[in-house]
C-alpha cells in the first residue's frame, strides 16, 4: 500500500489508530505497556518488517548470518521488528544496527526485548521501542532464522506490511486490510478533534462541542 506517510505523521497518533481500530472491531492491537520509545521522540510510522529469531546458547563459527541479510533486506519506511516471546536473554538492538537502517530511512525499530547503545542511538534521533536496556550482545544468544515473517508480540499477531503506529503512549498494529479504513477515519477524527478544540476555546460546552462534531 502507497501512502503518504509524511502527510500521515503529522496527524496520526496511537491513540486515534487505537481509536479507530475499536470501531472497526478491532480492538486488541496495542502491545503491552513497558513496550517504551527509548529513543527518538514524536510518532514512529511504517511498514512491519518480522524477524524470526531462535534463542541459541553458544556463538556460532560465523556470526550474524541472519541478522545481517535482514538488514541488507529492510528498506525505507518499514519498521524492523524483533519477537522474542518475552525471553528477554540478549539486546536484540544496538548503534551500528541503527547507524546502517537511519541511512536507508527504516522508520524504526521494535521489540518486545531489550536493546543497548542507547546513548549513541539517542544522539542519531533514531527510533527505538523496547522493554528497556542491556550490554548483553544478540551473538550466542538470538539467531535471525528468517525474515519479513509473520511475527507475534503480547498475542497480537504483526503480519509483512502491517502499519505500525508508535509514540509515547504505546505501540499500535493496523492490520494490513484495516489500513485505508483507518486512515479515512483518522483524517476525519483529526478534523473533528481540530473542530472540537476551536469550539471549546471560543467557549462552547464539552458536551455541546461533543453532540456537534462527536469526538472526544
Not at 479507530?20 to 514512529?44: F, P
Not at 541472519?66 to 522474542?84: E, F, H, M, N
Not at 546513548?119 to 523496547?130: E, I, L, W, Y
Amino acid at each position: 500500500m502507497n501512502l503518504d506517510l509524511p502527510h500521515l505523521r503529522e496527524i496520526f497518533s496511537s491513540a486515534l489508530a487505537s481509536d479507530c481500530l475499536d470501531h472497526l472491531g478491532y480492538r486488541n492491537q496495542v502491545l503491552g505497556a513497558d513496550i517504551e520509545m527509548v529513543s527518538g521522540d514524536g510518532l514512529m510510522m511504517g511498514y512491519a518488517f518480522p524477524v524470526e529469531l531462535q534463542v541459541v546458547e553458544v556463538a556460532p563459527e560465523v556470526p550474524y548470518i541472519g541478522l545481517l541479510a535482514a538488514l541488507d533486506a529492510v528498506g525505507k519506511d518499514q519498521v524492523y521488528i524483533s519477537p522474542t516471546k518475552r525471553h528477554g536473554v540478549g539486546s536484540l538492538w544496538g548503534e551500528l544496527l541503527s547507524t546502517a537502517c537511519a541511512f536507508k530511512g527504516v522508520a524504526g525499530t521494535l521489540t518486545d526485548g531489550p536493546v543497548r547503545d542507547i546513548t549513541r542511538t539517542r544522539a542519531m534521533g533514531f527510533k527505538v521501542f523496547s522493554t528497556g536496556t542491556s550490554p548483553l550482545d544478540i551473538n550466542s544468544r538470538y539467531e535471525v532464522i528468517a525474515h519479513n515473517v509473520p511475527g507475534v508480540i503480547d498475542g497480537v499477531t504483526i503480519n509483512p506490511g502491517d502499519l505500525i503506529v508508535a509514540d509515547i503512549d504505546g505501540v499500535v498494529v493496523v492490520p494490513v486490510k484495516a489500513i485505508s479504513d483507518v486512515v479515512t477515519r483518522v483524517e476525519e477524527k483529526d478534523a473533528g478533534e481540530n473542530l472540537f478544540r476551536k469550539a471549546v476555546k471560543e467557549g462552547m460546552s464539552p458536551s455541546a462541542a461533543f453532540a456537534k462534531y462527536g469526538v472526544l
